[in-house]
C-alpha cells in the first residue's frame, strides 16, 4: 500500500509505456527516466520536482490510482523501484519480460510487427520457420491501435508456427529512438535473429475486417460536432436540429452534450470563472472523444470561448481517432442581445454577473472552424443547410434528403444567405508585407530540419519572400549537422561551410509563435509543437501532410492564403508522411530521407510564393 506522505502522479500514456519497458527490464542498459542520451523521460509538475530534490520519493501510478512504482532523484537521473504491474488490459498476458520470453521461445527468429500483416510478409515469414512476432504496441508505434495490432498479429501467428509477444515500446520523436530499438529487440531475441519484415504487399484479407476496424471511412469513423458562439447566438438550437437530422437518417448513433445539460450534470459544482469554464469543456471534450473512440457521433454545443480550449479537445479526439468538426455560430453580439429573453447580457452590462462572455471575459473567435454561421434573419433549417452542406463536402456524413414529416409552406421560405465556409485569410504575424516564415523541425535539429532549412533556401535562391529556420524537440544547443547528412548535403550542392556555420537551437515557444507555418518531420513532433502551443493546430503540419494538404487546396492560392486554407481542408495525419530519423543509421538512411524531403520541398516550396513574386 502507499503512504500518504508519498505523493502520487499519474504518467501520461506514453510514461506507462516507457515505465513498464523499465520495470522489466527491456529497456537496459537504460534502468531510469532522464538518463543522459536516453529518450525515455518523465515531466514532473515543479512541486514534484522540487519534492525529488529534497532527496524524496514520488509514487507513480495508472489512471485508477494503482501505485506502479517509486521514483527518486539520481545522479544519473531518476531511479525507478518497482510496485507492482499493470493488471489488466487487453491481451495482458502477451506482455512478457525479456527473460520470460527468452525462456519460452528460445529458437525463434524475433520479427518486429508495428503494422497489419501484407500477403508477402506472410510469405517471408513462412520462410523464417518458427518465429516470434514481436508486436511494437508503445504509444506512436504501430501504424494501427495497439489492440487492433494483436488482435490482427495473433490471428496471422496461428497461420504459421508462431507466437506472439508484446512490447511496449513508444515513438519519442528522438534520435535515441532507433538505437533503443535495437536494444530493446536483442533483449528479447538472446542469441536469436532478429528479421525486419520487408515492406509492400497487400493487407492479408484474413484480417480485412479488422482493417476496416481500424482505418474506417469517413462516414464510418468516430465523429464530433463542435458548435461554438455566444449565448444566443443560436449553436443549442441548430445542434438539437442537426441531431434530430442525423437520428432521422438512422445510420449512426449519437449522444447530445449540450452546455446547460453538462453543467447540471457532468460539471455541477463549477462556476463560471475562466478555470471552471476550462474544465467543463475539457470535461466535455473528454467524453466526446470516447464516444469517438467507439465509432459514435457526439454534438456538443458549449460557448467554448477560448481557442486554446478548443485546440485541447481537438486533440483529445483527434487522439482517439475521431474527426473533430468545428461549427462557429457567428451571430453578432448584437442580435444575441436582442434575443435574450433572460436578461443575462442586460445583468452582465450592471456588473451582476460578472465574467460574462462577450461583455465582460473575451469570447475568441476561431479562425479553423470547418463552417462559419449567422443566423441572423434565418430560419433554423436556412442556417442548418450549410452547415449539411458542409458535411457532404468534406465526405462525412450526407444529410440533405427531403425530410419524412414535410413542413408548412412558410418554413420553407429562404432568407438571404450568409453563411460562408472560413476561408478568410487572417493577418499574419508579421503584417502583409512582410515574408512567410516557416520553421521546419525534428528532433535534435542536427539531421532532417536542417537538411529542410538549407535545401528550401537553395531551391528558392534566397527569394526574399519566403524565410526558413529550423529548431529541434528536444534540440542539442549550437553543434553542426551531423557528418553524414552534411556530406549528403554537400553531394547535393550546399557548400560546406554553410552546413559547417549551422547551429542546432532548441524549439521555443517564441519560435512556434513567431512562424506563420510549422513543418515537422514526424507526427511526435507535430504533437510537440501542439502541446507547447496547443492555439497554433491551424499552422502546423508535418511536411508530408502538408504537401498532401495542398493538393486539395485551391491551386490559385499561395503563401499566406495557402497556409490558412490548409489549417481548414488539412489532409490526415498517416505515417506515410513521416520522414524517418536517419541518425547513426549509415549514408543510405540519410539518402533516403535526403530523397523523401527533397520530393515533398518540391511540391511544396512553388506553392509558398507569392502571386507578387511567382515562383522559384
Known amino acids: 500500500m502507499s503512504s500518504p506522505s508519498v505523493p502520487q502522479h499519474c504518467p501520461t500514456p506514453r510514461e506507462l509505456d516507457d515505465l513498464e519497458l523499465l520495470t522489466s527490464g527491456a529497456a537496459g542498459p537504460i534502468v531510469g527516466f532522464n538518463e543522459p542520451g536516453s529518450p525515455i523521460t518523465l515531466d514532473l509538475p515543479e512541486d514534484l ?48 519480460p525479456p527473460e520470460e520470453a527468452r525462456e519460452r521461445y528460445a529458437g525463434r527468429t524475433v520479427v518486429p510487427v508495428t503494422d497489419l500483416v501484407t500477403d508477402t510478409q506472410l510469405e517471408q515469414l513462412r520462410g523464417l520457420g518458427p518465429v516470434l512476432l514481436a508486436a511494437l504496441v508503445g504509444v506512436g508505434t504501430p501504424a494501427v491501435g495497439p489492440v487492433g495490432l494483436l488482435r490482427a498479429t495473433v490471428r496471422v501467428a496461428a497461420m504459421l508456427d508462431a507466437a506472439v509477444v508484446a512490447i511496449p515500446l513508444t515513438d519519442h520523436g528522438s534520435d535515441a529512438d532507433a538505437s533503443l530499438r535495437q536494444s530493446v529487440l536483442s533483449w528479447y531475441a538472446g542469441a536469436d535473429d532478429v528479421v525486419e519484415l520487408e515492406p509492400g504487399g497487400r493487407t492479408l484479407p484474413e484480417l480485412a475486417d479488422i482493417e476496416a476496424q481500424e482505418r474506417p471511412a469517413p462516414a464510418d469513423q468516430g465523429l464530433v460536432l463542435f458548435f461554438t458562439g455566444l449565448s444566443g447566438s443560436g449553436k443549442s438550437t441548430l445542434a438539437r436540429a442537426l441531431m434530430d437530422r442525423v437520428l432521422e437518417q438512422g445510420t449512426r448513433t449519437i449522444t447530445s452534450l449540450d452546455g446547460d445539460v453538462v453543467r447540471r450534470n457532468l460539471s455541477a459544482g463549477l462556476t463560471f470563472s475562466k478555470a471552471d469554464r476550462e474544465t467543463n469543456i475539457r470535461r466535455i471534450g473528454w467524453v466526446a472523444a470516447e464516444i469517438a473512440r467507439h465509432r459514435g457521433v457526439a454534438i456538443c454545443s458549449p460557448i467554448a470561448p477560448f481557442d486554446e480550449t478548443r485546440q485541447q479537445v481537438r486533440a483529445m479526439v483527434e487522439q482517439a481517432g475521431g474527426r473533430f468538426f468545428l461549427v462557429h455560430v457567428a451571430t453578432p453580439l448584437e442580435e444575441c442581445e436582442r434575443r435574450d429573453r433572460k436578461g443575462l447580457y442586460a445583468k452582465a452590462r450592471r456588473g451582476e454577473i460578472p465574467e460574462f462572455t462577450g461583455i465582460s471575459s473575451p469570447y475568441e473567435e476561431p479562425e479553423d472552424a470547418d463552417v462559419r454561421v449567422d443566423t441572423t434573419g434565418r430560419s433554423i433549417d436556412d442556417a442548418l443547410d450549410d452547415v449539411l452542406a458542409a458535411l457532404a463536402s468534406e465526405g462525412i456524413m450526407d444529410l440533405r434528403g427531403p425530410r419524412a414529416t414535410p413542413e408548412p409552406p412558410a418554413e420553407r421560405n429562404r432568407a438571404s444567405r450568409t453563411v460562408t465556409q472560413s476561408s478568410s485569410s487572417p493577418a499574419r504575424p508579421g ?186
Open 431 to 616: 503584417g502583409t508585407g512582410g515574408p512567410l516564415r516557416v520553421l521546419f523541425v525534428c528532433t535534435a535539429n542536427i539531421c532532417r530540419s536542417p537538411y529542410m532549412e538549407l535545401r528550401a533556401r537553395a531551391m528558392t535562391q534566397g527569394r526574399p519572400d519566403v524565410e526558413f529556420s529550423s529548431a529541434g524537440t528536444h534540440g542539442f544547443r549550437s553543434h553542426h549537422v551531423d557528418a553524414t547528412m552534411a556530406v549528403v548535403l554537400a553531394d547535393r550542392g550546399i557548400d560546406a561551410d554553410v552546413a559547417e556555420t549551422f547551429a542546432s537551437r532548441r524549439l521555443t515557444r517564441e519560435m512556434i509563435n513567431d512562424a506563420d507555418l510549422v513543418l515537422t518531420a514526424e507526427a511526435s513532433h507535430r504533437a510537440f509543437v501542439l502541446e507547447e502551443v496547443p492555439g497554433a493546430f491551424r499552422k502546423v503540419f508535418t511536411l508530408g501532410q502538408f504537401a498532401e494538404t495542398i493538393e486539395r487546396v485551391d491551386p490559385s492560392l499561395t503563401g499566406a492564403a495557402l497556409v490558412t486554407a490548409a489549417g481548414h481542408r488539412r489532409a490526415g495525419a498517416v505515417d506515410a508522411h513521416d520522414v524517418r530519423d536517419p541518425y547513426r543509421r549509415g549514408r543510405a538512411a540519410a539518402e533516403a530521407s535526403a530523397d523523401q524531403i527533397d520530393a515533398l520541398l518540391a511540391a511544396v516550396l512553388p506553392r509558398l510564393a507569392t502571386p507578387e513574386t511567382g515562383t522559384p
Open 49 to 96: 520536482e522540487t519534492h525529488l530534490d529534497e532527496g524524496h520519493p514520488v509514487e507513480l501510478v495508472d489512471p485508477e490510482g494503482l501505485p506502479l512504482a517509486r521514483v527518486s532523484r539520481t545522479l544519473r537521473g531518476l531511479s525507478v523501484e518497482p510496485l507492482t504491474h499493470a493488471q489488466f488490459g487487453a491481451f495482458r498476458s502477451l506482455y512478457l
